[in-house]
């Protein structure tokens, strides 16, 4: 089994201008102390989040087959966060990430794809804001007191909500 290891959370800077808060990204991988510089030529996903008094929320969920580098701030990407930034009149804006793990041999790109996959759902269903366009459709069925539903469990939906280490 492959693992995955998150890092994180990198605080990403910010300036505040006349029409708002807006997002700085120049020297994320460069600057000389920049806590997050080893991962550049990572790969894996990334989740760029907001923590506010409400708590962290993901604003969106991306896959580097290349590096991190390379593909966590591109000119789309960077777009997609002022976007998700902009919604927010306080709180600050972070980055996760999911590496991938050292090995011999090519990139799992298979793993990368379905942890962004199951990142998007998740993130989804927190958040329903969220960034993402492909795989934000949230399935039409629920499991009463398990799965996408709200409210206090009965003794049987928090026992079988447990047995699949299902939580809400």
């Known amino acids: 089994m492959a693992t995955f290891e998150v890092h994180g959370p990198f605080a990403i800077s910010f300036e505040k ?3 708002g808060r807006t997002l700085v990204f120049p020297d994320f991988w460069s600057a000389e102390d920049s806590p997050a510089a080893y991962l550049a030529q990572e790969r894996g996903c990334y989740v760029f989040a907001i923590r506010d008094s409400g708590g962290l929320r993901p604003l969106y969920v991306g896959k580097a087959g290349k590096t991190f580098k390379q593909e966590a701030f591109n000119p789309s990407n960077r777009h997609k ?3 998700g930034f902009s919604g927010y009149a306080k ?3 972070l980055m996760y990430f999911v590496v991938h793990p050292s090995q011999k041999g090519p990139t799992n790109s298979k793993y990368i794809g379905e942890i962004e996959d199951f990142l998007i759902q ?3 269903a927190k958040n329903p804001e969220i960034q993402n366009v492909k795989g934000v459709e949230r399935p039409k069925w629920s499991i009463k007191g398990v799965v996408r539903a709200s409210g206090k469990r009965t003794a049987a939906e928090a026992q079988f909500a447990r047995l699949f280490d299902i939580e809400r």
């Open 17 to 19: 201008r006349k029409g």
């Open 81 to 83: 966060y002022h976007n």
């Open 91 to 93: 709180g600050t804006p």
């Open 122 to 124: 998740a993130g989804a």
